[in-house]
């Protein structure tokens, strides 16, 4: 492991920190960060070493020196905030989302009670919408809008 940064929060910094631990609203990463600067703080006389943070805290301490690395390098929100994931982009977009809403929000077909969400992405790859579709997908576009 490289050499460890000091982190020195300001005053300001600590307290906002506290608030957030105290306040318990925000995402549990964004807490566990906030503890893990709290105590990797060296102007309060802490010793702490990684590891000792991350035994307390469940953590690895690789994870506790790029939370520290981002802090000292890049400052106090860019250690709190988790950097966008990359990732596949969404196959359901915009026409192809009301090509997915209309059969869903219609009458089910002929001898079926409703439509599943299964029948829904073989509905999509039937009429060439698109390639291939999992249930799983129609699940997470029709509940969770972007």
Known sequence: MGQHLRVNLSAEERQHLLHLVDRGS????????ARILLMADRSTGNTHTYRDIGSLLHCHADRISRICRRY?????????VERPRTGAPPKITGDLEVKLVMPACSDPPDGRKRCTLRLLAEQMVILSHVDSISNVTVYQRLLIPV
């Not at 925000?26 to 960060?33: D, G, I, K, Q």
């Not at 000292?72 to 709190?80: K, N």
């Open 26 to 33: 925000p995402p549990a990463r964004t807490v566990t960060r």
């Open 72 to 80: 000292v390098l890049e400052g106090l929100h860019a250690a709190l």
